[in-house]
């Protein structure tokens, strides 16, 4: 056990290595700006023909609301396209971050932890809403817990990072992720993949589309999904973290004339499969109070991915998600969109909350309902140099938070009850946001290109707490968040962006006491180069950035089972690159790195490991989940065979490396992730029509063990978390018509 002692020594080490390598990253950025407008041109003079079939597509995004190339955007952003995500594998946001430079994940059962940049929610506390914010389709989804949802039948998933108040408002600080689904397509079209697993794993998913009539076309798509967990209850015999899922999609576009589309969409998922436990990562220290009766009477186990129990494992999830959108174009120069949302989710959760087979808290059909309804309107143009673009937001939501927990009735003095059924936790809250906002763009020159945006925020907030008005009262805020920036192209093939923005983040209530937590703001200063060279085959982007973090949401657990949300300071500085090369056009590559330097300036919270559970400061100490550095590459081989019944082989191989980082407020070695080193790999036969496939892979290939979240539990004295899933390899065959 360290001491507060250890841990003020430790920061101020960490801090002055930060600050050097802080340096060192700026250095790195102007570096590259000085080398790739210079350097690559004479390469695309020398090495590829102009013209190269194997040039790559541009690829046009809709990150600021309208359709743009992703090297035209001002802001560090980043994609991967349907046909990339089947090749990679991709199908939710716990795979999408190993693609992706800065983006992190963690989860406790369906409840996640996405950070871009170091900025995300930090702990499961319940209240506390996320600080990336997802849209599906351009929906909002409002809580960590819907994040899981299986992402297939995609044409595309955008990732923004930085906080996006003006376009996006509130929650979206550390960024954004859009996913976008495949729409309706004008001819008939429809496909099928059936996937087999270890663990028992097998599924199927499939797609149709066409028209109906003329101007009137459908798409549906669905699966199913089956497979045995990977956590072993080694007393009951019990499996945890398996899928047992299905979904459903149906989409309609209609085109009344040639300048107005509507599309209609609603998708649904269900999941029962056991996703929530804590297993005990090491062995309790503390032998006083409650803690001594786990050191006499429990077992466990500190072996990844294995615990015991003497309660229930259950959970289930469902959620529904429909989506309405007018597209119309008004004239030449000016559209209109309107984009509906409804969003209904429903969560339930009961597990054994200390990990051992000691009966001492068991989580009991805790749920999270939460019901929420969006409109936005966007009117936007351009006229002569000015691009711009106005917009209209409102968003209402119900969510409700019930922390049923049974613990041994002698510790409340009542010992004829053996189990005692405590409310821990009783929070409904109404939430009602509207806004109104403006994104334009000025060309004061054909090279020299201006940009700002103006958003104003309104929400109110109302409480009710364990059945009542709650003392604390209600929320009613005004923001207003500003963005300017410049961009000017250094050459017809490169360009450089800075860019000042603000973000903020929802206060709340916390679950245990009548007490409210401030909103959180971040003010972000970027600096980013997009470059594009040998004839579109080489795509090399950079950014730096610098962060001013205030009154940050810290979530520390407060013994025995709830939570509490303290504010803290923060500063954040990082350098971030990718790279996408096709080689030729049966071989290209995709690179991605990213530095991260973090620290609190002002945090206080409570060492719950400690005697006394001392207040201890933070100032110098790191984020949560911000390794200071990560990188992936992925390379692919096509190799033609062009045979009577084969197409080719395409050869597949995915390498994501992340330093140490830690998992909880204070450093403990025990909640620290060693650096490690994640390998996918693939291999998919074609037949010589393109239209069936056969695909090997291997996730996780060198079976890496990662701490995907950790807390101190002060009942037992010990740690508890979450690992990964151990290596899964698998075989998938497709078909389409």
Same mark, same amino acid.
């Given at each position: 056990?360290?001491?507060?002692?250890?841990?003020?020594?430790?920061?101020?080490?960490?801090?002055?290595?930060?600050?050097?390598?802080?340096?060192?990253?700026?250095?790195t950025l102007?570096?590259?700006?000085a080398?790739?407008?210079?350097?690559?041109?004479?390469?695309a003079?020398?090495?590829?023909?102009?013209g190269?079939?194997?040039?790559?597509?541009?690829v046009?995004?809709?990150?600021?609301?309208?359709?743009?190339?992703?090297?035209?955007?001002?802001?560090?952003v980043?994609q991967?396209?349907?046909?990339?995500?089947?090749?990679?594998? =991709?199908?939710?946001?716990?795979?999408?971050?190993?693609?992706?430079?800065?983006?992190?994940?963690?989860?406790?059962?369906?409840?996640?932890?996405?950070?871009?940049?170091?900025?995300?929610?930090?702990?499961?506390?319940?209240?506390a809403?996320?600080?990336v914010?997802?849209?599906?389709?351009?929906?909002?989804?409002?809580?960590?817990?819907?994040?899981l949802?299986?992402?297939?039948?995609?044409?595309?998933?955008e990732?923004?990072?930085?906080?996006?108040?003006?376009?996006?408002?509130?929650?979206?600080?550390g960024?954004?992720?859009?996913?976008?689904?495949r729409?309706?397509s004008?001819?008939?079209?429809?496909?099928?993949?059936?996937?087999?697993?270890e663990r028992?794993?097998?599924?199927?998913?499939?797609?149709?589309?066409?028209?109906?009539?003329? /101007?009137?076309?459908?798409r549906?798509?669905?699966?199913?999904?089956?497979?045995?967990?990977?956590?072993?209850?080694?007393?009951?015999?019990?499996?945890?973290?398996?899928?047992?899922?299905?979904?459903?999609?149906?989409?309609?576009?209609?085109?009344?004339s040639?300048?107005?589309?509507?599309?209609?969409?609603?998708?649904?998922?269900?999941?029962?499969?056991d996703?929530?436990w804590?297993?005990?990562?090491?062995?309790?220290?503390?032998v006083?109070?409650?803690?001594?009766?786990f050191?006499t009477?429990?077992?466990?186990?500190?072996v990844?991915?294995?615990?015991?129990?003497?309660?229930d494992?259950s959970?289930?999830?469902?959620?529904?998600i429909?989506?309405?959108r007018?597209?119309w174009?008004?004239?030449?120069?000016?559209?209109?969109?309107s984009?509906?949302g409804?969003?209904?989710?429903?969560?339930?959760?009961?597990?054994?909350?200390?990990?051992?087979?000691?009966f001492?808290a068991?989580?009991? #059909?805790?749920?999270r309902?939460?019901?929420?309804?969006?409109?936005?309107?966007?009117?936007?143009?351009?006229?002569?140099?000015?691009?711009?673009?106005?917009?209209?937001?409102?968003?209402?939501?119900?969510?409700?938070?019930? &922390?049923?927990?049974?613990?041994? /009735?002698?510790?409340?003095?009542?010992?004829a009850?053996?189990?005692?059924?405590?409310?821990a936790?009783?929070?409904?809250?109404?939430?009602?946001?509207?806004? =109104?906002?403006?994104?334009?763009?000025?060309? =004061?020159?054909?090279?020299?290109?201006?940009?700002?945006?103006?958003?104003?925020?309104?929400e109110?907030?109302?409480?009710?707490?364990?059945?009542a008005?709650?003392?604390?009262?209600?929320?009613?805020?005004?923001?207003?968040?500003?963005?300017?920036?410049?961009?000017?192209?250094?050459?017809? #093939?490169?360009?450089?962006?800075?860019?000042?923005?603000?973000?903020i983040?929802?206060g709340?209530?916390?679950?245990s006491?009548?007490?409210?937590?401030?909103?959180?703001?971040?003010?972000?200063?970027?600096?980013g180069?997009?470059?594009q060279?040998?004839?579109?085959?080489?795509?090399?982007?950079?950014?730096?950035?610098?962060?001013d973090?205030t009154?940050?949401?810290?979530?520390?657990?407060?013994?025995?089972?709830?939570? &509490?949300?303290?504010?803290?300071?923060?500063?954040?500085?990082g350098?971030?690159?990718?790279?996408?090369?096709a080689?030729?056009?049966?071989?290209s590559?995709?690179l991605?790195?990213?530095?991260?330097?973090?620290?609190?300036?002002?945090?206080?919270?409570?060492?719950q490991?400690?005697?006394g559970?001392?207040?201890?400061?933070?100032?110098?100490?790191?984020?949560?989940?911000a390794?200071?550095f990560?990188?992936?590459?992925g390379?692919?081989?096509?190799?033609?065979?062009?045979?009577?019944?084969?197409?080719?082989?395409?050869?597949?191989?995915?390498?994501?490396?992340?330093?140490d980082?830690?998992?909880?407020?204070?450093?403990?070695?025990?909640?620290?992730?060693?650096?490690?080193?994640?390998v996918?790999?693939s291999?998919t036969?074609?037949?010589?029509? /393109?239209?069936?496939?056969?695909r090997?892979?291997?996730?996780?290939?060198?079976?890496?063990?990662?701490?995907?979240?950790?807390s101190?539990?002060?009942?037992s004295?010990?740690?508890? /978390?979450?690992?990964s899933?151990?290596?899964?390899a698998?075989?998938?065959?497709?078909?389409?018509?």
């Amino acid at each position: 056990m360290f001491n507060s002692c250890d841990v003020r020594r430790g920061s101020r080490f960490r801090a002055l290595r930060r600050k050097r390598e802080a340096s060192g990253y700026v250095l790195t950025l102007v570096a590259m700006s000085a080398l790739l407008p210079v350097a690559a041109p004479a390469s695309a003079q020398s090495d590829v023909s102009e013209g190269a079939e194997y040039r790559q597509k541009t690829v046009t995004v809709t990150a600021t609301k309208r359709e743009q190339s992703i090297q035209d955007i001002p802001a560090s952003v980043s994609q991967v396209g349907g046909d990339d995500l089947d090749t990679r594998g =991709v199908e939710d946001v716990e795979s999408l971050a190993l693609q992706i430079p800065n983006l992190s994940f963690g989860k406790f059962g369906k409840n996640t932890f996405v950070t871009i940049r170091g900025i995300g929610t930090t702990v499961d506390s319940g209240v506390a809403e996320p600080s990336v914010a997802t849209y599906v389709d351009g929906v909002f989804l409002p809580r960590p817990t819907m994040a899981l949802l299986r992402q297939v039948d995609l044409e595309r998933v955008e990732v923004l990072r930085g906080p996006q108040g003006t376009l996006y408002g509130r929650n979206a600080t550390g960024g954004a992720i859009n996913y976008v689904s495949r729409g309706p397509s004008d001819t008939f079209e429809g496909g099928v993949i059936a996937t087999f697993k270890e663990r028992n794993g097998q599924g199927v998913d499939a797609y149709v589309s066409g028209p109906i009539a003329d /101007g009137v076309s459908f798409r549906l798509s669905g699966g199913l999904q089956e497979q045995d967990g990977y956590v072993d209850v080694l007393n009951t015999g019990q499996n945890l973290g398996g899928q047992d899922l299905w979904h459903a999609r149906a989409a309609l576009k209609v085109e009344p004339s040639s300048d107005l589309t509507i599309n209609l969409a609603v998708q649904h998922e269900e999941d029962t499969g056991d996703f929530g436990w804590q297993s005990v990562v090491s062995e309790p220290t503390v032998v006083t109070g409650t803690a001594n009766l786990f050191m006499t009477n429990a077992n466990f186990t500190t072996v990844p991915n294995k615990l015991l129990a003497d309660g229930d494992n259950s959970s289930s999830v469902e959620t529904t998600i429909a989506a309405a959108r007018v597209d119309w174009d008004i004239s030449d120069d000016v559209a209109f969109r309107s984009v509906t949302g409804y969003v209904d989710h429903k969560i339930v959760n009961s597990f054994d909350a200390d990990g051992t087979d000691f009966f001492f808290a068991h989580l009991v #059909n805790s749920s999270r309902p939460s019901e929420s309804l969006s409109q936005e309107f966007n009117l936007y143009g351009e006229y002569g140099r000015l691009d711009w673009l106005v917009g209209a937001y409102y968003f209402h939501e119900d969510f409700e938070l019930t &922390l049923p927990v049974e613990f041994p /009735g002698f510790l409340f003095g009542v010992p004829a009850l053996p189990k005692l059924e405590v409310m821990a936790g009783d929070l409904k809250e109404t939430t009602e946001s509207y806004a =109104v906002f403006t994104d334009v763009t000025y060309a =004061v020159t054909d090279r020299l290109r201006l940009n700002a945006g103006l958003r104003f925020n309104a929400e109110e907030k109302e409480f009710a707490f364990f059945g009542a008005p709650s003392p604390a009262g209600n929320i009613d805020t005004d923001d207003v968040l500003p963005k300017v920036g410049v961009q000017f192209d250094v050459s017809e #093939n490169a360009n450089i962006y800075a860019s000042w923005q603000q973000g903020i983040k929802s206060g709340g209530h916390q679950l245990s006491l009548p007490q409210q937590f401030n909103s959180e703001q971040l003010d972000a200063f970027e600096l980013g180069l997009k470059t594009q060279w040998l004839n579109g085959n080489l795509t090399a982007n950079a950014a730096v950035f610098s962060y001013d973090y205030t009154d940050l949401q810290a979530t520390i657990t407060v013994p025995p089972s709830t939570t &509490l949300v303290e504010s803290g300071d923060a500063e954040l500085r990082g350098l971030e690159g990718e790279l996408y090369y096709a080689v030729n056009e049966n071989v290209s590559i995709n690179l991605g790195v990213s530095f991260l330097d973090t620290e609190y300036t002002d945090l206080v919270t409570t060492d719950q490991a400690l005697p006394g559970a001392p207040q201890v400061s933070l100032a110098g100490e790191e984020l949560i989940r911000a390794p200071e550095f990560t990188a992936n590459l992925g390379a692919e081989w096509n190799i033609p065979i062009r045979s009577n019944a084969i197409g080719g082989i395409l050869l597949r191989g995915d390498v994501f490396h992340s330093s140490d980082y830690k998992l909880a407020f204070i450093d403990y070695p025990e909640l620290r992730q060693p650096e490690y080193t994640m390998v996918n790999l693939s291999a998919t036969l074609t037949d010589a029509s /393109g239209n069936y496939r056969l695909r090997a892979f291997v996730n996780n290939a060198t079976d890496e063990v990662v701490l995907n979240n950790g807390s101190y539990l002060a009942s037992s004295g010990g740690f508890i /978390g979450i690992h990964s899933a151990p290596r899964t390899a698998g075989l998938s065959v497709s078909a389409r018509f």
